[in-house]
């Protein structure tokens, strides 16, 4: 989402991003859909109370994120914390509670996020395509049959950079290991391959394939499919 632009204390955007976020404002004012502009308004609201509370230090560790959601995400943990601490201060409320369950939350859809791109920065259809050098189309209808592994991000899909090779071919093995995993959630599958499993004696079911040991892997995976758990 957005332009991604380095913004870190050392980049030449640092000073100057009024111009990008006064474009915002036009396509959102300009747009006739009047959920987007309620909607950008309160975030607005929200986002610009959380940066307040930020210090100095805060705002930069924010602006050393690699892409916009990450600073994002950055923003809306520390706020959350933030949260925290004043919720101790006054327990009757309940405001350290629910603070915490959200923080839970947030590091959960971050550290799925680092996940995604664990072994290299996570592809977009068009970019899988270009890869495997067949249309978008092919792309999404591999996915919708278990050929390839894509979660959804948004209103998008992204897919694992691991899953591919460097001579543009899928991973020798992960078409079956897919199929034998069955319906599972997408994480789900996405987190078998990138986590130990003591079906594998503690090594993944990544690593298992790039050894060719497939077999291993299709046992383990039949095993998830049907227990949901390793």
Same mark, same amino acid.
């Given at each position: ?99 915490? *369950?959200?923080?839970? !939350? =947030?590091?959960?859809?971050?550290? %799925? ?5 664990? $072994? /290299?920065?996570? +592809?977009?259809?068009? *970019?899988?395509?270009? !890869? =495997?050098?067949?249309?978008?189309? %092919? ?5 919708? $049959? /278990?050929?390839? +592994? ?7 899909? =992204? ?72």
């Amino acid at each position: 989402m957005g332009s991604n632009l380095d913004y870190s204390p050392d980049s030449l955007n640092y000073h100057a991003p009024q111009q990008e976020l006064l474009d915002i404002f036009r396509r959102t004012l300009g747009s006739t859909k009047g959920p987007r502009v309620a909607i950008m308004t309160r975030a607005l609201r929200a986002f610009d109370e959380m940066v307040s509370s930020m210090n100095a230090r805060a705002m930069e560790q924010a602006l050393d994120e690699r892409s916009d959601m990450a600073t994002v995400m950055h923003v809306l943990m520390k706020y959350t914390a933030r949260d925290i601490r004043l919720g101790k201060k006054e327990p009757q409320n309940g405001r350290e509670k629910k603070a915490e *369950e959200t923080l839970a !939350l =947030l590091r959960g859809v971050k550290s %799925a996020r680092k996940m995604l791109n664990e $072994k /290299g920065k996570a +592809l977009a259809t068009s *970019e899988a395509a270009e !890869l =495997l050098q067949v249309s978008r189309q %092919a792309v999404n209808k591999a996915r919708n $049959k /278990g050929h390839l +592994l894509g979660v959804r991000i948004g209103n998008r899909f =992204l897919f694992p950079a691991w899953q591919f090779t460097g001579t543009g071919n899928v991973l020798p093995g992960l078409v079956e290991v897919l199929q034998a995993l069955g319906d599972i959630d997408p994480w789900m599958k996405l987190r078998f391959f990138l986590r130990g499993n003591k079906r594998l004696k503690g090594a993944t079911a990544l690593d298992y394939l790039l050894k060719g040991r497939k077999q291993e892997v299709l046992d383990a995976a039949r095993l998830e499919a049907g227990h949901g758990a390793f």
